[in-house]
């Protein structure tokens, strides 16, 4: 029987960048609003936290924005992230602090999925060990190893497993070396299966498409995992998540409402 008790999609900024970033070699020139997302879940064995968003200090110091976001690497320039949009402040909504996250889950370790690991130090940190080894080498340029490097409770995995009854973690590598994904078992509703960046877009999934961004250009790679959470989904009757894509989040629950 699953612990999960209640589950909130929680907005932490906003990216906008060329289409290709998300399905790849389709939609130069085209200017698309992403969604940046984080993930909460109440257990009865704790709670736990599917990626962390952007680092705000990064966005919103000049002085780091100019070193961070200011270069080749973004010629989109940064995503936007307001105050209300900082973890701590989604948190305070629900009436909770940083402190009562028990367990932050990184899909991946790019900048705006682990950039919000400096708000917390205090929990355990679930990674995979390929994701970790290429943030650290850097594997591209969305790593900022600043956002990583330091004291943090890391524990580190090799295989799919279940981090409470319930919650189950994915291997779906192409993306990035170590992409994990989610598949969540809610008390009452169909289970939902959180893709991360292994499909960017309702676009990458039902054509099945790649992302922009693949690891070492390992396009088949990325392509497999995309087939294996649609299977996923229909053996289980999930609802398949994308990411980044704005018309979907759109349609889901409006924080801080949640699914049961």
Not at 21 to 37: D, V
Not at 110 to 126: R, T
């Amino acid at each position: 029987m699953t612990q999960v008790k209640k589950f909130w999609p929680i907005l932490t900024g906003i990216h906008k960048y060329e289409k290709t970033l998300s399905t790849r070699n389709i939609g130069h020139g085209q200017i698309i609003e992403a969604p940046i997302l984080a993930y909460l879940m109440e257990t009865s064995n704790g709670r736990i936290l599917y990626d962390v968003g952007c680092d705000y200090e990064k966005i919103n110091d000049l002085q780091k924005r100019h070193h961070f976001y200011e270069n080749d690497e973004f010629p989109f320039g940064p995503p936007t992230m307001t105050e209300e949009q900082k973890m701590e402040n989604r948190l305070r909504q629900l009436g909770l602090q940083p402190l009562d996250i028990d367990t932050v889950f990184v899909g991946h370790l790019h900048f705006d999925h682990g950039g919000g690991l400096c708000d917390m130090k205090h929990a355990e940190v679930h990674v995979h060990s390929k994701e970790y080894e290429a943030a650290n080498q850097p594997a591209d340029g969305a790593y900022f190893a600043e956002d990583f490097t330091g004291d943090y409770h890391w524990r580190f995995q090799d295989d799919e497993y279940d981090l409470v009854p319930g919650i189950r973690a994915i291997e779906t590598p192409g993306h990035t070396a170590g992409h994990m994904s989610m598949l969540i078992e809610l008390p009452k509703g169909k289970p939902i299966l959180l893709a991360g960046d292994a499909a960017d877009l309702t676009e990458n999934i039902e054509q099945e498409i790649a992302p922009g961004l693949c690891w070492h250009d390992k396009e088949d790679l990325a392509l497999a995992s995309i087939r294996k959470l649609k299977n996923i989904a229909k053996e289980t009757e999930a609802c398949l998540w994308p990411n980044h894509d704005m018309s979907f989040y759109r349609q889901c629950t409006p924080f801080p409402g949640f699914y049961e």
